[in-house]
């Protein structure tokens, strides 16, 4: 079945540092979106992309989808405090409806 | 909208009795996803319903769980008997349309069973 992989699983940061989280598909991918989850909290959305080598950018985020729409990036700049958390992605299939999740970038931030 | 609301938050239990999770999605999705979540295994999918149908259970675990959608503002996660290696946080999600937008998750129910 598809497996979505995310590294690292841990990323320990200095407040103000920059820093780039990795998600792989096994498989081919429609869409992949990306989830950002507080300590005890639930996931929350941040933004999904479709095409082959699309880039969005919130504030100091950075996303991008590969190419080949089998990998994806988060990309950081000016880590803050606030930016803690664990960032999961999620990719669905063209052929399904499945969203599955990778398991996720626990990130935390040194003041 | 309030979002998706799920009760109880938390939920303790003793092995072999039987836990019902509830979910309210938000008004007017038509799609509904449950998720547990576990330090090990991360964030799964158990099963989804669109128009309170389901479509995909392969992820519910065993025969002791099972899910229901009686009508397009509720659905209920239950597991009989409950075993320790349940203890999780149980997530609902809906969304309008699965292909392509977001899924709003509830707060979780977090499940103990000791």
């Known amino acids: 079945g598809q497996q979505v992989m995310q590294i690292p699983q841990y990323q320990h940061v200095q407040e103000g540092e920059d820093f780039t989280t990795y998600c792989n598909s096994s498989?081919?991918?429609?869409?992949i979106q990306w989830y950002k989850q507080r300590p005890g909290g639930h996931p929350v959305f941040l933004i999904q992309?479709?095409?082959?080598?699309e880039v969005k950018k919130q504030k100091r985020l950075t996303f991008q989808f590969g190419e080949a729409k089998k990998n994806s990036s988060l990309h950081i700049t000016a880590t803050q405090t606030t930016d803690v958390g664990t960032y999961f992605c999620?990719?669905?299939?063209?052929?399904?409806?499945?969203?599955?999740f990778g398991g996720g970038t626990r990130v935390l931030v040194k003041p | 909208d309030a979002g998706v609301i799920q009760s109880p938050r938390h939920e303790v239990t003793e092995m072999g009795q039987e836990v019902t999770l509830r979910c309210k999605p938000i008004?007017?999705?038509?799609?509904l996803f449950w998720y547990r979540q576990t330090m090990m295994r991360g964030l799964e999918l158990l099963i989804y319903?669109?128009?309170?149908?389901?479509?995909?259970d392969s992820g519910m675990p065993e025969d002791r769980f099972s899910a229901k959608m009686p009508n397009a503002s509720f659905s209920t996660l239950k597991i009989q008997p409950s075993e320790p290696r349940d203890s999780a946080v149980y997530f609902c999600?809906?969304?309008?349309?699965?292909?392509?937008?977001?899924?709003?998750f509830g707060q979780g129910t977090r499940l103990t069973v000791v």
């Open positions: 999600a809906s969304s309008l349309r699965q292909g392509g937008t977001e899924a709003f």
């Open positions: 498989t081919t991918l429609s869409n």
């Open positions: 992309l479709v095409k082959s080598g």
């Open positions: 999620a990719g669905r299939r063209a052929a399904g409806n499945k969203l599955t």
């Open positions: 008004s007017g999705h038509d799609y």
């Open positions: 319903f669109n128009n309170n149908v389901p479509i995909d």
